[in-house]
């Protein structure tokens, strides 16, 4: 076996900074203000929590709003995927980031629902498949429920359980799986018999009638109609088990607070913006460094990293 050649390295190269295009900074703006900003108009009445809460016609016109500025952001990003060929690495990941965004809103940020729709696949090239059936039904949806906001599970970086994630003011968070064809409407059928008759006559029925490639794809339903019974029992309940590995799974009801280091990285990079660069740490072992000032970037990257 030969040896692996070795390259010179060059840290100028390998330690340049990675940062989104600045040509994107205009449509970062944009979609963030559509995907996080639709309610604006009415965070002026929101007193408090309790008082929100309290108030049905003030959260009706605030969860109206933001669904109405949070689909206008995703006709804009599938618009961008569907025209534009050879998207950039930084495009796609601002895309997907506005996408990620509105599902961190959708779950109150909290860390473990995410993890449910998080199968550790790799998703889709977006530029090279066929969403036209997800964002029909996503159409449809709208028009019985015009206040609802369907995000396209694709479109994201981690929604692996269903098709659609489905915000709705007067229904809450639903898991929505998209199945067209007339095989996956008998699959469907022949589940929900296997629900009120012997499931062993069933499924032997509907593999003598229709074979084994057809029981295979059964099967791959199956599996995520339970995914999808498994992320409904967990969030409803606070436990569920988990069809991938059996295990029953406990959300703890004790709250954990977890510090941010959101309050010193705003520090550092008002310092920043002052003299052209900042240096700061995090728990006295993390540290960071800020450059507003392009001559001293690569200067920082070198004393970082030798």
């Known amino acids: 076996m030969s040896k692996k050649k070795k390259t010179k390295y060059d840290f100028e190269k390998a330690l340049a900074p990675v940062c989104l295009e600045p040509e994107l900074e205009e449509l970062a703006r944009r979609l963030y203000e559509k995907a996080h900003k639709g309610s604006s108009k009415y965070w002026h009445q929101i007193k408090d929590k309790d008082s929100f809460e309290n108030d049905p016609d003030l959260r009706l016109n605030f969860y109206k709003s933001a669904n109405q500025g949070m689909r206008e952001a995703q006709y804009e990003i599938l618009s961008i995927f569907k025209n534009e060929h050879n998207l950039s690495y930084s495009k796609e990941l601002l895309l997907r980031g506005i996408a990620d965004s509105i599902a961190w809103t959708f779950f109150g940020n909290e860390l473990y629902i995410a993890r449910l729709y998080y199968q550790e696949k790799k998703q889709p090239d977006l530029q090279n498949c066929n969403l036209d059936s997800v964002i029909?039904?996503?159409?449809?949806?709208?028009?019985?429920?015009?206040?609802?906001?369907?995000?396209i599970s694709d479109l994201t970086s981690f929604l692996q359980v269903g098709d659609l994630l489905i915000s709705c003011p007067d229904s809450g968070l639903v898991t929505y799986?998209?199945?067209?064809?007339?095989?996956?409407?008998?699959?469907?059928s022949v589940i929900n018999e296997c629900m009120t008759a012997d499931p062993t006559?069933?499924?032997?029925?509907?593999?003598?009638?229709?074979?084994?490639?057809?029981f295979k794809q059964l099967q791959r339903v199956q599996r995520q109609t339970n995914r999808?019974?498994?992320?409904?029992?967990?969030?409803?309940?606070?436990?569920?088990?988990?069809?991938?590995?059996?295990?029953?799974?406990?959300?703890?009801?004790?709250?954990?607070?977890?510090?941010s280091w959101d309050e010193i990285l705003v520090e550092t990079l008002e310092e920043s913006e002052k003299k052209g660069w900042a240096i700061n740490t995090f728990d006295d072992c993390i540290f960071i460094g800020c450059y507003s000032n392009t001559d001293t970037v690569k200067k920082g990257h070198i004393a970082f990293n030798h």
């Open 201 to 214: 006559k069933v499924l032997k029925s509907f593999i003598v009638n229709e074979g084994p490639k057809a």
């Open 136 to 151: 029909e039904v996503a159409k449809n949806y709208i028009e019985a429920h015009p206040d609802a906001m369907p995000l």
């Open 177 to 188: 799986e998209v199945k067209q064809g007339e095989m996956n409407h008998k699959i469907l």
């Open 228 to 259: 999808m019974e498994y992320v409904k029992s967990v969030i409803s309940n606070d436990e569920g088990v988990n069809p991938d590995t059996t295990k029953t799974v406990k959300i703890s009801e004790s709250s954990i607070n977890i510090e």
